[in-house]
């Protein structure tokens, strides 16, 4: 029996401990609702402020995100060029039709070597006749200027020390005039391309570093608009955590903007630019698209702007609410 007393008397106690914790919940929840709520309402109440605030944000995002789409639509170019490394042998003026495939042969045989192929100087100035549109020109001259050729592909296994190392092997050889590495001009294009990215991951970064100011200022005015508010709320007993939550939102509230701000600046941009290039890679008969941000793309940026706009709330409302106490 008293045992059984002691259960009942336990559960009883158990009962308005786990009450509490739901009223606690549910109030926790609710004022979020409401901080959420009227902080939009404010944020609209003032279309002027706001709309300047979501314009300054969506520009200093729109920035950089819009050189790092221009950025990976000219990868999306340059990949149909990464083609395998080519070695071009071009071949003294005396070297006969016979000893050119006796070369070829050699150069096939060799273990660093994938596959080789063999341009004569009639198929190359027909070839560039084609595709220079220079066919008068060309008629008129008196003999062919160009050299035979031979194509080596070394083995995809070989790194570009090595490659480097075959092409000024092959430039050894007697019957070689000259050799050339035909990727040189890619690995510069690379390499630009990668000075390109770190420039704009470093505009990007003072860009996001000024928004954070930009939020930062804006909430503090907010805060300062609401001082006799806050200490109202501090003298009724109202944590910081209850204080700050509305002003969190409100930063919430200006980063989404932005971001959707961004988001339309930079495919309003891209649709201005996506005919003159539709046009421009037409003439070259080019099957280039310009690609823009896509679904996931523009989620991302508003994400990221509301990301910012927190982080913006929250260190001016950690610096300027502890200076608010009632007297």
């Not at 709520?37 to 300054?56: K, Y």
């Not at 050699?106 to 220079?134: H, K, N, P, Q």
């Not at 480097?164 to 050894?172: I, K, N, V």
């Not at 941009?269 to 690609?291: G, R, V």
Request: net charge negative; proline share 3%.
């Amino acid at each position: 029996m008293i045992r059984r007393r002691k259960a009942a008397r336990r559960k009883e106690s158990a009962r308005p401990s786990r009450t509490g914790m739901l009223n606690r919940l549910s109030a926790w929840l609710q004022h979020h609702r409401l901080s959420a709520a009227d902080s939009l309402v404010r944020v609209i109440e003032n279309p002027g402020s706001s709309l300047l605030t979501w314009l300054v944000i969506g520009i200093a995002l729109a920035l950089p995100v819009g050189m790092n789409v221009a950025l990976d639509n000219v990868s999306k170019v340059s990949e149909g060029w990464d083609s395998p490394a080519q070695i071009s042998l071009f071949l003294q003026e005396g070297v006969s039709g016979e000893r050119v495939q006796q070369l070829e042969a050699e150069l096939a045989a060799l273990g660093a070597v994938r596959e080789t192929r063999f341009i004569s100087r009639e198929e190359a100035l027909d070839e560039f006749r084609e595709l220079s549109g220079f066919a008068d020109v060309l008629a008129n001259l008196e003999e062919n200027p160009l050299p035979n050729l031979i194509l080596v592909t070394p083995s995809a296994t070989l790194d570009e020390p090595a490659v480097s190392a075959l092409r000024a092997e092959l430039e050894d050889n007697a019957e070689v005039a000259e050799a050339v590495l035909d990727m040189e001009w890619l690995q510069r294009l690379n390499t630009l391309m990668e000075l390109s990215r770190r420039i704009v991951l470093a505009v990007g970064i003072m860009l996001v570093t000024g928004v954070l100011l930009i939020l930062g200022n804006t909430i503090r005015l907010a805060i300062e608009s609401r001082r006799d508010e806050i200490v109202i709320v501090k003298l009724v007993g109202g944590s910081n955590g209850f204080v700050r939550r509305p002003f969190l939102y409100t930063g919430l509230w200006y980063g989404v903007g932005g971001g959707v701000l961004a988001a339309i600046l930079v495919s309003v941009s891209l649709w201005f630019l996506e005919e003159p290039i539709a046009n421009l890679a037409l003439l070259y008969e080019s099957a280039f698209y310009l690609t823009g941000l896509g679904v996931m793309g523009a989620l991302n940026l508003v994400i990221l702007g509301g990301l910012l706009g927190l982080g913006g709330a929250w260190l001016a409302v950690s610096r300027h609410l502890v200076h608010i106490e009632p007297r």
